[in-house]
């Protein structure tokens, strides 16, 4: 550690370098944060990009009081070690350790808590109204947006309302070009113009203009924040910065290095543990990828969007392919199911393709746009279930319950590879013609031979695993293979449960649970996501509406919000790992043979 970040504890240790010194203590800080994320993993390239303009921040306004509000939070490393967690960084997106985002719980000085983007105009903006009507003019309110976060409908409409909100406000726009790919869109082109028509787009909305300045260099940021520290009104200070900056391979590279498992700083090659020469299962992402590029090779009316994931989900294979057919819409996910929708109008087979705790932001639209018409829009919700480091605000905890109640919906859980790829034919088939929900985790699967030929998967169908004794276990999605590996180990002590893919939660396969519901009295619900109005939730309702009562024991996401963490430790804390599962299956053997 350096010999100034070793002595800055809170941005007040900050102020009483000189502005001389904060040059150095730029380096140290580049320095700590690729030290420590080549050692344990996080968010990398971004938060490298910020962090003259995050010292130029806490150098003039005096935060926490002046309230400093991080879009897309990923950028807010250095800010986390100015503000006190420097002795805790190593424990970021680590169980029961730092938030990889910023959080109100964690620190003062995260004043509002993000990990999805382009919440930080509005968040701000209402925290500046709030201090108008209560007489607090001094106190400055700055929202930093960047990384891709400005091409979301949440940022204009906040544009919309802060251009005449007459508060004192400062927007600050990291512009690197960037989100976690290149920026697409209108907006790039005009952010690329240096003949002064960006000054024009946010002018006309009622906000003065100042940029744009290079963000790494410092003398001109810091003089650029303290000249808008004097002014009490809206205005936008435009920072063009290099994602990666410091780092040559991020810089190289900017969406491989976006986030990162560690490596060795001085090679950049990551730390893969050894494994052995045999096969490995692919990520559910990949297999994604490579099969809708195969179904559009002989599907002319199949098409994929995504809302500024092409790489995280794989949707970049097609894109390279078959650019005309493949869109990246820039993080605009109502725009990515309305545009969806209409081209579905059209006759098109369109996979559309977003993270299932970013589908939660185009709710309406699935409902209103999709669902109400019964277009046979396909949803493929990425990183479903528990995800690990990126913790509470990214878990995929509750998409089955929030289209469950939407009526004209087929939904749908892959339980390994093989069935994610037939999902997928099933969905694009001229005989689907209803809203098709697909839905998968993050990571990877389970087979290695999976790219078989497709199967058509009868809508609304499970399959038997494996028939038993006393007691059933119904399971959605990829936890099935937590119960397989259970079922393993308790034939070794000649306990025989008996074991349902359910497949479906929407229709459910009622012909399949009539049969369970006679046969067995104790049946377990195994899913990732939360139990409130998910697939377990949808048995029992079955099981009631037509006055059947087994036991029914649920295990899922409970009513919680689940924090940062592997996915191991997570599953354990809601109780449907494997090991969890043996104890829920053993308790209610022993139960029914005492």
């Known amino acids: 550690m350096g010999p100034l970040l070793k002595d800055i504890n809170v ?32 968010h990398f390239a971004a938060g490298l990009g910020v ?38 960084f190593a424990t970021n997106r680590k169980w029961e350790g730092l938030s990889g985002f910023p959080k109100r719980s964690e620190s003062p000085f995260d004043a509002f808590g993000t990990g999805h983007s382009s919440t930080s105009i509005s968040a701000a903006l209402g925290m500046a109204i709030a201090d108008k009507l209560k007489g607090n003019v001094n106190r400055q309110h700055i929202a930093v947006i960047g990384d891709g976060a400005l091409t979301a409908g949440l940022s204009f409409e906040a544009l919309n309302h802060a251009g005449v909100s ?38 006309a909305l009622g906000l003065k203009y100042y940029g744009p300045i290079d963000g790494h260099d410092l003398p001109a940021l810091l003089q650029a924040v303290e000249e808008l520290k004097m002014l009490d009104f809206p205005k936008v200070l435009h920072v063009k910065t290099v994602k990666g900056k410091g780092y040559l391979p991020a810089e190289q590279n900017q969406t491989k290095w976006h986030a990162t ?18 096969p490995q299962p692919p990520k559910y992402q990949d297999v994604f990828g490579k099969t809708i590029l195969e179904l559009a090779r002989q599907n002319p009316l199949v098409m994929g969007i995504t809302p500024a994931m ?23 996910e109502q725009h990515a199911v309305t545009l969806s929708a209409g081209l579905a109008t059209q006759g098109m087979k369109v996979f559309c393709n977003i993270y299932s705790t970013f589908m939660q932001r185009a709710y309406d639209m699935v409902i209103h746009d999709v669902a109400i018409q019964d ?19 990214h878990q995929g905890a509750y998409d089955l319950a929030y289209m469950r109640c939407i009526p004209n919906m087929i939904i749908s859980a892959p ?56 007691l059933a276990i119904l399971s959605i999605g990829h936890p099935g ?17 008996a074991h349902f893919d359910m497949r479906f939660v929407k229709p459910l396969d009622e012909t399949l649970l009539a049969d369970i519901s006679s046969r067995f009295q104790k049946i377990i619900t195994v899913e990732d996501g939360c139990l409130e109005g998910g697939f377990g939730s949808a048995v029992l309702e079955w099981l009631n509406d037509h006055d059947v009562h087994p036991q029914v024991i649920r295990l899922g996401i409970p009513d919680n919000i689940i924090e940062q963490g592997s996915p191991a430790e997570q599953r354990a804390d809601c109780g449907f790992d494997t090991k969890s599962i043996l104890k829920t299956i053993r308790d209610l053997w022993g139960n029914n043979t005492a």
């Open 375 to 393: 277009l046979p829009v396909i949803f493929c919700l990425d990183r479903a279930g528990l995800v690990g480091e990126d913790g509470a605000t």
């Open 481 to 497: 293979n937590f119960v397989v590996e259970a079922c393993r180990q308790l034939a070794q002590e000649q306990v025989f449960p």
């Open 261 to 278: 498992a560690a490596f060795d700083k001085l090679t950049g090659q990551l730390n893969q543990p050894k494994t052995r020469d045999n």
């Open 166 to 203: 007459s508060t004192n406000m400062t927007i600050v726009v990291n512009d690197n070009n960037m989100s976690i790919d290149p920026n697409v869109g209108g907006l790039t082109r005009l952010f690329a113009d240096h003949k002064g028509d960006a000054a024009k787009y946010f002018e």
């Open 11 to 42: 941005p007040a240790d900050l102020r009483r370098l000189s502005p001389e010194q904060l040059a150095l203590l730029c380096e140290e800080l580049r320095r700590y944060i690729i030290d420590t994320v080549s050692l344990y993993g996080g």
């Open 415 to 470: 339980m390994n590879e093989a069935e994610l790829r037939n999902l997928m034919y099933t969905a694009q088939l001229p005989s689907t013609q209803h809203p098709f929900v697909i839905r998968y985790p993050r990571g990877k699967g389970v087979l290695t031979d999976w790219q078989l030929p497709f199967e058509d998967m009868t809508i609304g169908k499970g399959r038997m695993i494996q028939d038993g004794e006393e």
């Open 51 to 88: 962090v003259e303009l995050t010292v130029a921040l806490h150098y003039v306004f005096q935060t926490p009081e002046d309230v400093l509000v991080w879009d897309v939070g990923h950028q807010a490393y250095a800010h986390k070690l100015l503000t006190g967690r420097r002795p805790r």
């Open 310 to 332: 092409p790489s995280g989900c794989s949707l970049k294979m097609m894109i390279d392919e078959m650019p005309e057919r493949a869109i990246d819409v820039g993080i605009a």
